[in-house]
């Protein structure tokens, strides 16, 4: 899976596929800090890779 925000376009990619995009028009976040999580149950994620665009 990939996901690349620019600006406030959001947009998903699994297996090279575009799976859809998502634009924040209300109150993007336009800079931060990148988290991953769960809201159920205890996960782990591996070969996690945050790179600049």
Known sequence: MKLSCVGNKLTVEVDLANKGSYWDLNDPF??????ARSEVGNHRFDNLKVTAL
């Open 30 to 35: 336009l800079d931060g800090t990148v988290g």
